[in-house]
Every structure is written in structure tokens, then in C-alpha cells.
């Protein structure tokens, strides 16, 4: 039942720390770090390419990604320094990130899941 495809990678070498969610028939990558810096990626599965994503405000590993409402949210994570409590969601529609409310504790390494329109992490 079903079968892999191979892609081209978005990135050479190792990545690590990354998240991942879809919006739109398209994948994000989110966060992480391949030693050079913090990269947002997208692949378009119907085209099998990749391209690169707006960047984040706060560059982060270790982070929680999930979509809901057409909507993309990056929780907390790790800055390089700090655990980070804050919650960053980007529009698509408008091409643009900004801040959400932010945590009542800072996590990393983290899961979310969205319910009914609600964010859970």
C-alpha cells in the first residue's frame, strides 16, 4: 500500500531541531539548523520542488508547528539561548508573519496539534 517518492532535498547535509505542517496542498519546514542558519522551507508536492519560505522574527529550533485556519504557527523553541514561550503565526493571504499570545511557560521540543480551530501544545 502506497509507495515513497525520492525528491530532491531542500537542503544539503543534515538538518536538525525542524517542524513540519501543511497549508494548501503545500509542506513547511519550519525552524531547525543546518550549522549555516535558520531556513524556512516550502515543497509543492505537484510541481516536486521546493522553494525557500519567509523567515520567521524569531529564528528558532526545537520548535512546534501545525496549521489551522489557514494559518501556520511556530511554538516555542529555542532561540540559541533561550527556551522560548512565544507563538509566531504566519498568513499566507497576506505573505506576512506576526506575534500570537504567547505561552504561559517556555518549551521546547514540544508537540502541537489544532482541534476545532484551537492550538494545543
Known amino acids: 500500500p502506497g509507495h515513497w517518492d525520492i525528491v530532491e532535498p531542500a537542503f544539503r547535509g543534515a538538518k536538525a531541531a525542524i517542524a513540519a505542517t501543511h497549508c494548501d496542498d503545500l509542506i513547511l519546514v519550519l525552524g ?22 519567509p523567515a520567521m522574527p ?15 504557527f511556530a511554538i516555542g523553541g529555542y532561540d540559541g539561548s533561550d527556551v522560548l514561550n512565544t507563538v509566531e503565526v504566519y498568513d499566507p493571504a497576506h ?12 518549551r521546547m521540543s514540544l508537540a502541537a496539534t489544532a482541534i476545532g480551530g484551537k492550538v494545543f501544545a
Open 32 to 53: 531547525g539548523s543546518d550549522g549555516s542558519g535558520f531556513r524556512n522551507t516550502v515543497f509543492d508536492p505537484m510541481l516536486g520542488a521546493w522553494q525557500a519560505a
Open 95 to 106: 505573505g506576512a508573519w506576526h506575534a500570537a499570545t504567547t505561552m504561559p511557560t517556555s
Open 58 to 72: 524569531t529564528a528558532r529550533t526545537d520548535l512546534a508547528a501545525v496549521t489551522t485556519g489557514g494559518k501556520i
